[in-house]
């Protein structure tokens, strides 16, 4: 498998590491539930670990800004779908102009390849 692949991948589970982490940071009650609180960091610390392979091949202004970008998206999605948390029109408008973002600079950004 060429390398920048196997980055691809393992930014994309950094990214899915970061979302289930935030997950558990919300569970853990400001870190006063000893069980989220230990999954929340071993959630953290693999997707660091999954971040820094990606690092390989991918630059890390455009690697931290999808896993960042993508990460808040995704998290934003949780916390609606499981917390049962709203947002209103700019909260939508701001994550769609993170996803334009994201999508702009994979797509046209020659640093990006």
């Known amino acids: 498998m060429p390398s920048h692949l196997i980055s691809c991948f393992a930014l994309a589970g950094a990214i899915l590491c970061e979302v289930a982490g935030s997950s558990f940071l919300q569970k853990s009650e400001q870190f006063t539930k000893l069980g989220p609180t230990a999954i929340m960091a071993m959630f953290y610390i693999a997707s660091f670990y999954l971040l820094s392979i990606a690092l390989k091949t991918i630059p890390l202004g455009i690697a931290y800004a999808v896993w960042g970008g993508l990460g808040t998206v995704l998290i934003t999605l949780v916390s609606v779908v499981i917390f049962r948390q709203s947002l209103d029109a700019m909260a ?17 950004s020659s640093v990006s390849h």
Do not use: E, K, P
């Open 92 to 108: 939508f408008l701001g994550i769609a102009l993170i996803v334009g973002g994201v999508v702009i600079m994979n797509a046209f």
